[in-house]
């Protein structure tokens, strides 16, 4: 794979995303004795589990390193090489920050470890997400899902992580269940707001130079457009009305090229819940 800066850039901001979350992790996750979900709670209630049951002393991050290897394979086979390979040095980094890294907490109250902790556990992988990249794991899980059915999934990643808290809760103590809840609320929340991939919009597109804004369009997005006719009815001028879907993500770019082309173009933005029909999505490098 050539080095690229955008390669060296991803780079950058996949480390600042694993000492994020390697911060969160110590400042609250840890201090707080809290199971954020995702692997990061599976790996800190195993670690547990075998400490204080069995005796057993195996660190954090090594079963954290160890969940990954097949959740790892698919993605790489499935959705993308620089994907995974950029996701794999996040939570490699994570495994060693983790460790490097010694608790610091700080503030006692349970209420703010579990809603700051999650805000900047979230921010943590929100970086790594904006990269295209991910911190593994549920992520790995939730972008392979949400590549193949073109939906977001981060809200089924936290129902899906209740069941570790349900153990967490019944081994160790509802009350770091229950803030753990918080934890992971906060933390999806942040990643749901923040990752727009999979958030759909259509564009009503009013223009009289409806083939010059398509061709700008195509430049820039790879969506198909429906034109239709229209009238203004102050102007009476003929229009022409450019129907589209794109990701949320695209957005700003696909309205510079329309306005570079068309400066009194008029575009109405609204949120589209579903689609159902042929939608090109974009692959992960």
């Known amino acids: ?65 160890a969940l990954h290897i097949g959740p790892t394979i698919l993605v790489y086979k499935y959705v993308g090489h620089r994907f995974t390979i950029f996701s794999i040095i996040q939570y490699v980094l994570v495994s060693i920050f983790t460790e490097v890294l010694p608790i610091f907490p700080l503030t006692q109250d349970m209420l703010l470890i579990a809603v700051f902790g999650g805000i900047l556990g979230g921010t943590g ?69 923040r990752h727009d991939r999979y958030k759909l919009v259509t564009l009503m597109i009013v223009t009289e130079d409806a083939d010059i804004v398509s061709e700008a369009i195509f430049k820039t997005v ?34 510079k090229a329309i306005r570079q082309v068309d400066p009194k173009v008029f575009i109405n933005i609204s949120k589209t819940e579903r689609i159902v029909g042929n939608y090109y999505q974009k692959p992960l490098d």
């Not at 160790?172 to 609320?185: R, T």
């Not at 229209?230 to 129907?243: F, M, N, T």
Request: proline fraction near 1%.
């Open 125 to 193: 992988i929100s970086i790594a997400l904006k990269q295209n990249a991910s911190s593994g794991g549920t992520d790995f899980i939730a972008i392979y899902f949400a590549n193949k059915f073109n939906v977001s999934t981060w809200n089924y990643v936290m129902i899906a992580n209740m069941g570790i808290l349900l153990i967490a809760g019944y081994l160790f103590g509802w009350n770091v269940a229950l803030y753990s809840i918080i934890y992971q609320f906060c933390s999806t929340q942040v990643v749901n707001m």
């Open 222 to 255: 790879r969506h198909g457009i429906t034109v239709l006719d229209g009238k203004g009815a102050y102007s009476k001028l003929d229009k022409k009305l450019l129907y589209m879907t794109i990701n949320a993500y695209q957005v700003q770019e696909v309205i």
């Open 1 to 65: 794979m050539r080095i690229t800066k955008k390669d060296i850039k991803t780079f950058i901001m996949i480390v600042v995303s694993a000492l994020v979350y390697s911060i969160a992790m110590k400042a609250f996750v840890e201090s707080g004795n809290l199971f954020p979900g995702g692997f990061s709670g599976l790996s800190r209630l195993l670690s547990q589990v075998l400490r204080e049951f069995f005796q057993i002393n195996i660190s954090f991050s090594i079963i954290y390193m």
